[in-house]
């Protein structure tokens, strides 16, 4: 298991992927790779440092990603 989160922490810091993005590369559900990543402060506290930081860029731009699908949606 311990493994497992590594890897999942390596492949997001790497690729800079959402959640849902690595869930569906690993094959699991995005609450079970979420439950991860906070399981990964008790394995590798910098690491989860880093992946928190990832998460939090991914917070903030967000609101412009679902305003740009939106607008792709009802402009074709």
């Keep these: 298991m311990c493994n497992n ?10 690729t800079k992927v959402t959640i ?15 439950r991860h990543m906070k399981n990964l402060k008790y394995i590798d ?3 989860y440092l880093k992946i928190k ?8 731009i967000r609101h412009i990603n679902g305003g ?3 607008k792709k949606k009802f402009n074709g």
Excluded: C, G, P
């Excluded at 849902?20 to 979420?34: D, G, P, T, V």
């Excluded at 930081?53 to 903030?60: I, R, Y």
């Design 20 to 34: 849902r993005e690595a869930a569906s590369y690993f094959n699991i559900s995005k609450s079970a790779l979420h």
């Design 68 to 70: 740009l699908a939106t």
């Design 5 to 14: 989160i590594l890897d999942e922490a390596d492949y997001i810091l790497v």
């Design 45 to 47: 506290f910098d690491k």
């Design 53 to 60: 930081k990832v998460f939090l860029e991914h917070n903030k």
